[in-house]
């Protein structure tokens, strides 16, 4: 069983939310990947308006519609626009179909202005997904590092909260999340570099990691190679590949009606 945490309909051949999901379906076929976690539309956005959010949100609905049965959908919200933000939760995950929230740049995470969005989606039972990264070049305005991260994980320390990338320079995220136990970190995005599975099981243990693509920016193969390819124990591979976010997800499916075992 392969629960792939991290995919987008950017990246991916086609020219409408349809045609997008279908192909992201047929390829996560070939590699035996059985559900998908979308989030986002068409295009990525660095400063989103409260109209982008709410395009975007739109777009992933549609993607969506035919293919509730393989993927489950993250509703995008930013802290730059709180009250739209929470509006879209409330129309999207507590009224909607989605399944949780994708919290991208535009804000760093440790700024308190997102508290409210936090709040609301925890009320749901919903799944957190903050994007982290260390950038050699500098981050992008608003962009959270792994310690923006930690700021807000430990004003939440009750509720469970996903590192995107593991912070892309991995060796720090996972380092500056091992104390908290609320965290697991997603190993999505980066290179499949040797080590890097390992490391976050030896520090995070393996009930705490989670395996990603973030497809169609990187390819499922790569990003299957960090944990098929890992020197760890079998056991181990299937929480990371599937178990972990089953576990993280059955409260909200459940609430929700959904049938996934």
């Known amino acids: 069983m392969i629960w792939d945490l991290h995919c987008h309909l950017s990246g991916i051949a086609g020219s409408t939310p349809h045609e997008r999901m279908a192909r992201l379906i047929e390829v996560a076929d070939r590699m035996g990947i059985e559900r998908v976690v979308v989030s986002m539309g068409l295009s990525f956005l660095t400063e989103p308006t409260p109209d982008d959010l709410k395009r975007q949100n739109d777009e992933l609905i549609e993607a969506l519609s ?138 995070l243990g393996a009930e705490r990691v989670l395996y990603g693509s973030d497809a169609g920016g990187r390819s499922f193969a790569s990003q299957l190679a960090k944990v098929r390819g890992a020197s760890i124990p079998e056991p181990a591979k299937q929480l990371i590949l599937g178990e972990n976010l089953k576990r993280l997800l059955r409260p909200i499916l459940t609430a929700k009606g959904v049938r996934f075992e």
């Not at 760093?108 to 202005?113: I, N, Q, V």
């Not at 709040?119 to 923006?148: C, M, R, V």
């Not at 430990?154 to 380092?175: A, K, M, Q």
């Open 66 to 203: 035919h293919w509730h049965h393989r993927a489950f959908g993250l509703c995008y919200v930013s802290p730059a626009h709180p009250e739209v933000s929470l509006r879209e939760i409330e129309r999207h995950v507590v009224k909607g179909p989605l399944i949780g929230l994708k919290l991208w740049v535009a804000k760093r995470c440790s700024d308190e202005a997102i508290d409210p969005l936090i709040a609301l989606a925890a009320s749901q039972q919903a799944l957190i997904f903050q994007h982290t990264w260390y950038k050699a070049t500098g981050n992008l305005p608003g962009e959270s590092t792994p310690e923006d991260f930690v700021a807000m994980a430990r004003r939440h320390p009750r509720i469970p909260l996903i590192l995107g990338h593991t912070g892309g320079d991995w060796e720090r995220g996972i380092r500056a999340v091992r104390s908290l136990e609320n965290v697991s970190a997603d190993l999505a995005g980066s290179d499949p570099t040797s080590g890097m599975t390992e490391m976050a099981v030896r520090e």
